[in-house]
């Protein structure tokens, strides 16, 4: 199965800044990258798919970039309702793999 | 939009099966394959497999293979994941996901998750 490793596993950020989580696969994924965010007691939220495409009605500050083995989740300027755990998941080939996840606290 | 809601909480012993229902509204149920996902206690995400409402087809993650089967009802647009011969580590919130993005497995659309314990 690949192997999503994602870093950090935890950051401190305040409101207004800028932050980027990485997330790399054990073995080439092409752009089969999806970006989650789950807040405490809730399912995960869809926000970014195929590395870079934004999911309808997610604010422009999130982007994803990235190929083959490297992505990266860039939220451009935090806001409150922001604080949250992410997590990728590569859709490339079976079993589908998550990251273990990135929780995003307030500074 | 869409709704997925999802069968309430489930306590079970070792050994046991558990089956947890899925049904959908507000979109066309054989339009959409559905997945399944847990999550333990603590835990990130982990991916079961999927079903195709519409033909029946499954595809479930090795890990699961002879002890899961998703199962679909067309006539009440539920889907169904039961798991078998339960172990206290398959202790977990589990939760359907419709695969929603045309053109790239995403899963836009979460049922509310069903904590499912395991213990003696």
């Known amino acids: 199965a690949i192997q999503m490793t994602q870093s950090p596993s935890s950051l401190s950020a305040s409101v207004g800044d800028r932050v980027t989580i990485t997330c790399r696969a054990s073995?080439?994924?092409?752009?089969?990258l999806v970006w989650y965010q789950q807040k405490p007691g809730k399912a995960p939220k869809l926000l970014i798919y195929?590395?870079?495409s934004l999911q309808s009605g997610v604010p422009s500050r999130f982007s994803g970039s990235g190929s083959g083995t490297d992505f990266t989740l860039t939220i451009s300027s935090l806001q409150p309702e922001d604080f949250a755990t992410y997590y990728c998941?590569?859709?490339?080939?079976?079993?589908?793999?998550f990251g273990q996840g990135t929780k995003l606290e307030i500074k | 939009q869409g709704q997925l809601v999802q069968s309430g909480a489930e306590v079970k012993k070792p050994g046991a099966s558990v089956k947890v229902s899925c049904k959908s509204s507000?979109?066309?149920?054989?339009?959409?394959?559905m997945h399944w996902v847990r999550q333990a206690p603590g835990q990130g995400p982990e991916w079961m497999g999927w079903?195709?409402?519409?033909?029946?087809?499954?595809k479930y993650a090795q890990k699961f293979q002879g002890r899961v089967t998703m199962t679909r009802d067309t006539s009440i647009s539920t889907v169904f994941m039961e798991l078998r011969r339960l172990r206290s580590d398959d202790t977990a919130v589990y939760f359907c996901?419709?695969?929603?993005?045309?053109?790239?497995?995403?899963?836009?659309?979460w049922g509310q998750g069903t904590m499912l314990t395991v213990s003696s």
């Open positions: 073995q080439g994924i092409r752009n089969e």
């Open positions: 998941l590569q859709d490339y080939n079976y079993p589908y793999t």
């Open positions: 079903i195709n409402p519409q033909s029946g087809d499954t």
């Open positions: 195929a590395t870079s």
């Open positions: 507000g979109y066309t149920f054989t339009g959409y394959w």
């Open positions: 996901a419709r695969d929603g993005v045309i053109g790239a497995d995403a899963f836009d659309i």
